[in-house]
C-alpha cells in the first residue's frame, strides 16, 4: 500500500502501519473466521469497527478467504439493501471483470441490471447495478447466498451498521435474513453497528431470528499505553519531538476515543513543527472553528434545559452522579431537570454512559461547549 502524507488517518484502511493494537480483537475475529463462527461487533460511533474489520482482514488475507464488506449505513429498504450486497459480492469477486460478462451477472442475479463504471483516476473497472422494478428483492438475496455457497473460497460477509436492517418498511427482514442465512456452511457473517442496545436485543432475545447465532465482541477504547506509544512513534518518524505528556495530553483531551485522537493527531502532525502550547492550541482552534456551524446546528435542537445539562456535563467530563448534590449545585440544575433531561440527551445520542459515568457522546462537541460557555 502507498505511504500516507499523513500517517494518522481519519479514514480508510491502508496497512498495519498505520493501525495501532487491537491485537486481542484481530485474533477474536481471525480466529471466528477460521473455526467458522460468526461475530457480532459493537462499540460506540467512532471507535474503530470498519477500520477493525479491515485489519482483521488483511491480517487473515489468503487464498482460502474471500471478504465481502457491505455498509448498509446508507439502506433504507430491503432493494437498496440487496443492491448494495450484490454490488459488493460482484466487486469483491471480481465477477463483472475478470472472466464474465454482463450476461453472466444478469443470469446469476436475475433482478439486476448492471452497468460498468471505470473508475477516471486509477482506471479500475467496477459494476453498478439497478434493481429493475417489480423484481422479487428475496429472490435476488437467494440467488446472492446460493452463489457464495458455491465459492471454493471461504466467504465472510461483513454487514457494517447492520442495525439498518430494523429500519426497513418491509416486514420480517431479520426472519427473511435469517432463513436464508442458517442453511449455509461455507459463508460466515461479521454484524457490526453502535446501537447496542438494537444489536443486543437483536441476538440476545430469544423471540428474535438471529437469537444466539454469534459471538459478541464489544470494542473499547484503545489501551492508553498502547496509543501513546503509536502517536510518539509516527511523530518522532517524520523528526517531529514530542514528549510521553504531549501524548498523554491529546489521548486525555480526546477521552482516547480512535476517531477523535487520530484527527487531533492529524492536525498537529499537519503544522510539521515539534509540539508546544502554541501548536495545541492552533490545531485546537482550527478544530473549533470548522465545527461551530455545525455543533451551533445541533445546540438549536435542543431545549434550553438539554443545553445546560449538556454544558454541565461536558465542563465535567466524567460525571458519574449526575443526581449528587454537588453536580446539581456546581451548575444550578434541579434533580428533576436532570431526571427528565438526561434520557432525551442520551436518547439522541447527545451523550454516552460508560464505566467512568456520561460524557458528552461527541467529543469536540464536548470539548467546544466546555470552552465557550
Ligand atoms: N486501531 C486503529 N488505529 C488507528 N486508527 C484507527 C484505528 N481504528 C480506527 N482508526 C481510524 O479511526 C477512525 C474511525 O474508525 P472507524 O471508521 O473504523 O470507526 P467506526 O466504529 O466504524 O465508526 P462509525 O461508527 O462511524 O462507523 C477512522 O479514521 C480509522 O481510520
Ligand atoms: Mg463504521
Redesign the pocket.
Known amino acids: 500500500m502507498k505511504k500516507p502524507f499523513n500517517p494518522f488517518?481519519?479514514?480508510?484502511?491502508q496497512g498495519a502501519s498505520?493501525?495501532?493494537?487491537?491485537k486481542k480483537e484481530t485474533q477474536s475475529i481471525v480466529s471466528a473466521i477460521k473455526n467458522g463462527r460468526n461475530i457480532t461487533l459493537v462499540?460506540?460511533?467512532?471507535?474503530?469497527?470498519?477500520?477493525?474489520i479491515k485489519?482483521a482482514f488483511h491480517q487473515a488475507k489468503s487464498k482460502k478467504n474471500n471478504l465481502i464488506y457491505v455498509d448498509l449505513?446508507h439502506t433504507t429498504d430491503l432493494s437498496t439493501m440487496v443492491t448494495e450486497f450484490a454490488k459488493a459480492t460482484i466487486n469483491q469477486l471480481n465477477l463483472g471483470v475478470l472472466n464474465t460478462s454482463f450476461q453472466k451477472i444478469t443470469t446469476l442475479f436475475g433482478s439486476l441490471r448492471p452497468t460498468f463504471t471505470i473508475d477516471p483516476l486509477s482506471g479500475a473497472p467496477s459494476v453498478e447495478l439497478d434493481i429493475q422494478k417489480g423484481k422479487q428483492n428475496s429472490k435476488t438475496l437467494e440467488e446472492i447466498f446460493a452463489h457464495l455457497e458455491k465459492q471454493n473460497t471461504h466467504i465472510v460477509v461483513a454487514f457494517?451498521?447492520f442495525q439498518k436492517i430494523t429500519t426497513y418498511p418491509e416486514k420480517n427482514i431479520e426472519a427473511l435474513l435469517r432463513s436464508y442465512i442458517q442453511h449455509l456452511n461455507n459463508v460466515h457473517f461479521i454484524y457490526s453497528g453502535?446501537q447496542k442496545h438494537i444489536l443486543s436485543s437483536m441476538f440476545a432475545d430469544a423471540r428474535r431470528p438471529f437469537y444466539q447465532s454469534t459471538q459478541f465482541l464489544g470494542?473499547e477504547s484503545?489501551p492508553q499505553n498502547e496509543y501513546e506509544i503509536?502517536i510518539m512513534n509516527h511523530f518522532k518518524a517524520a523528526e517531529i519531538p514530542i514528549t510521553k505528556n504531549e501524548a498523554e495530553f491529546i489521548l486525555d483531551w480526546t477521552y482516547s476515543h480512535?476517531?477523535y485522537v487520530?484527527y487531533f493527531c492529524n492536525r498537529l502532525f499537519e503544522i510539521k513543527m515539534a509540539l508546544s502550547n502554541a501548536s495545541f492550541h492552533h490545531a485546537i482552534d482550527k478544530i473549533f472553528s470548522e465545527n461551530e456551524p455545525v455543533f451551533t446546528n445541533y445546540l438549536s435542537l435542543l431545549t434550553a434545559q438539554q443545553v445546560q445539562l449538556l454544558t454541565a456535563v461536558a465542563k465535567d467530563g466524567w460525571v458519574s452522579k449526575p443526581t449528587s448534590k454537588e453536580f446539581l449545585s456546581k451548575h444550578r440544575l434541579t434533580s428533576s431537570t436532570v431526571q427528565r433531561t438526561l434520557p432525551a440527551l442520551m436518547q439522541k445520542e447527545f451523550l454516552t454512559l460508560e464505566k467512568e459515568g456520561y460524557r458528552v457522546y461527541d467529543v469536540f462537541l464536548g470539548r467546544w461547549l466546555a470552552a465557550k460557555y
Not at 18 to 22: G, L, N, P, T
Not at 43 to 52: E, F, I, N, Q, V
Open positions: 488517518l481519519i479514514s480508510g484502511y498505520y493501525f495501532c493494537d487491537r462499540s460506540l460511533r467512532r471507535m474503530g469497527k470498519t477500520g477493525l485489519h449505513l457494517d451498521e453502535s470494542l484503545i503509536f480512535t476517531f487520530q
